[in-house]
C-alpha cells in the first residue's frame, strides 16, 4: 500500500498554510497601512495603537495572541490561536519589497492541526489579502 504525502505537513511544525499576494504600492506605505488601527482590525480583529512585545491580547471573536516578534517595516511573529482551538499556531506577516513599486504582503501560519485546519486558514488569510487590496492598499 503506498502512503501519500499530506498536502502541507512538515516534519518538525504540523501543517502549514501560506498566501502571499503582490500589490502595486511601495514597502513603506504597505507596512504603515496593514499595520495601521484599521489595516489590524482587518487581519487580527482587534485595532490597535501600538503593538508591544510580549502582550496577550484577545480579538472580539475571542482569538488570543501574543506578539513574540515586531521588525517594524519587515515582518511580526504571533503565537496565535483561534477561540475553538486547543494548541497554539505560529503565524507570520511579512511586507516584502518586490521590483517595479510593488511589493508582497505574506501570511504564513504553522502548527495547524491536519489539513482541514490548514484548508480552513488558507481560505481565512486569501480573504483577508482580497479585503486589505480593496479597503487598505
Given at each position: 500500500m503506498e502512503v501519500l504525502k499530506e498536502t502541507g505537513k512538515t516534519k518538525s511544525a504540523g501543517f502549514l498554510a501560506g498566501i502571499?499576494?503582490?500589490?502595486l504600492t511601495?514597502?513603506?506605505?504597505?507596512?504603515?497601512q496593514v499595520f495601521s488601527p484599521e489595516g489590524l482590525l482587518i487581519w487580527l480583529g482587534?485595532?490597535?495603537?501600538?503593538v508591544a512585545l510580549n502582550c496577550d491580547y484577545t480579538n472580539p471573536s475571542g482569538d488570543t495572541f501574543t506578539v513574540k516578534v515586531f521588525r517594524p517595516y519587515s515582518h511580526?511573529?504571533?503565537?496565535?490561536?483561534?477561540k475553538d482551538w486547543t494548541h497554539n499556531s505560529t503565524l507570520q506577516v511579512r511586507i516584502i519589497e518586490a521590483t517595479d513599486n510593488k511589493t508582497t504582503?505574506?501570511?504564513h501560519q504553522e502548527n495547524l492541526d491536519d489539513e482541514q485546519q490548514?484548508?480552513?486558514?488558507?481560505?481565512?488569510?486569501k480573504k483577508?489579502?482580497?479585503?486589505l487590496e480593496q479597503v487598505v492598499l
Amino acid at each position: 500500500m503506498e502512503v501519500l504525502k499530506e498536502t502541507g505537513k512538515t516534519k518538525s511544525a504540523g501543517f502549514l498554510a501560506g498566501i502571499r499576494r503582490t500589490f502595486l504600492t511601495t514597502k513603506n506605505k504597505a507596512w504603515e497601512q496593514v499595520f495601521s488601527p484599521e489595516g489590524l482590525l482587518i487581519w487580527l480583529g482587534l485595532s490597535l495603537e501600538n503593538v508591544a512585545l510580549n502582550c496577550d491580547y484577545t480579538n472580539p471573536s475571542g482569538d488570543t495572541f501574543t506578539v513574540k516578534v515586531f521588525r517594524p517595516y519587515s515582518h511580526i511573529r504571533l503565537r496565535w490561536r483561534r477561540k475553538d482551538w486547543t494548541h497554539n499556531s505560529t503565524l507570520q506577516v511579512r511586507i516584502i519589497e518586490a521590483t517595479d513599486n510593488k511589493t508582497t504582503i505574506s501570511f504564513h501560519q504553522e502548527n495547524l492541526d491536519d489539513e482541514q485546519q490548514r484548508e480552513e486558514m488558507l481560505a481565512h488569510w486569501k480573504k483577508v489579502l482580497k479585503y486589505l487590496e480593496q479597503v487598505v492598499l
